[in-house]
């Protein structure tokens, strides 16, 4: 069993930084297990629901890029069994406090030799900017994660910063893009074991490259958040697709 606790230390660094790296959340024996649970999801012929599929770099004419699936625990409820999302629901709560709530789970699946990178973003960039957020991301590859399949790359401090202009990746997208990468020039790239995690704040600019080896990328990532706060007047984030929140 793989109890993670966080120390002081840890705490402490990642609300300077915005993001932390741990060496294991889970263990290797449930990376195994949870490898051929993440797979069927993305089996062709899956039940999964075309509302919580979507493709965030490529086209609709062309071979899945960057492929993700939303809330996949719909779909497989045993990811909310798991070793990894009782450690990440404790590590959530020493960072964010006792009114954290889940936010959901969503896994990428980047294809052998031809994934696309994610392009440097901001997650807040995507949520409702009528909204107050305090938000995390656990980002857990289930094979290595390196530099070459796209490993998780952020810009220390960034989440001192308010939400940065983005742009759709294309006109076909779901995916956003960081208008200007200026802010890029100093990154930390977070290379993992398999069943490692990084955590990081809903405003870290962070980025994974294209996957150029030979396996597909599997990582499956779990949210959570406390409570937003209305605004007195929505921030101005014309990126934004009006159906996000129809």
């Not at 910063?161 to 977070?190: M, T, Y």
Request: glycine share 8%.
């Amino acid at each position: 069993m793989v109890e993670v606790t966080l120390t002081q230390a840890q705490v402490d660094r990642f609300h300077e930084r915005g993001f932390l790296r741990l060496a294991a959340i889970t263990s290797q024996e449930e990376v195994t297990r949870l490898q051929g649970v993440y797979d069927g999801l993305f089996e062709p012929g899956a039940l999964v629901s075309e509302r919580d599929r979507y493709e965030l770099a490529g086209s609709p004419d062309a071979p899945p890029a960057l492929p993700q699936i939303v809330n996949p625990e719909r779909y497989a409820p045993q990811l909310l069994e798991t070793i990894a999302y009782r450690n990440a629901t404790r590590v959530a709560a020493q960072l964010l406090g006792d009114d954290v709530k889940p936010g959901g789970m969503h896994a990428i699946r980047k294809p052998a030799k031809d994934g696309a990178a994610t392009p440097w973003h901001q997650d807040e960039a995507y949520w409702d900017p009528a909204y107050e957020h305090r938000g995390i991301s656990i980002w857990i590859p289930l094979q290595p994660a390196t530099l070459e399949n796209g490993c998780m790359q952020f810009v220390p401090g960034s989440h001192h910063l308010g939400v940065q202009p983005h742009q759709l990746i294309n006109a076909d997208s779901h995916g956003l893009e960081l208008a200007s990468l200026e802010l890029v020039e100093e990154a930390v790239a977070c290379p993992l074991p398999p069943g490692g995690a990084t955590i990081h704040f809903s405003r870290t600019v962070h980025y994974a490259g294209p996957n150029t080896s030979t396996e597909p990328r599997r990582a499956l990532i779990m949210g959570f958040s406390t409570p937003p706060t209305l605004l007195p007047q929505p921030r101005h984030m014309p990126w934004q697709r009006p159906e996000w929140y129809a």
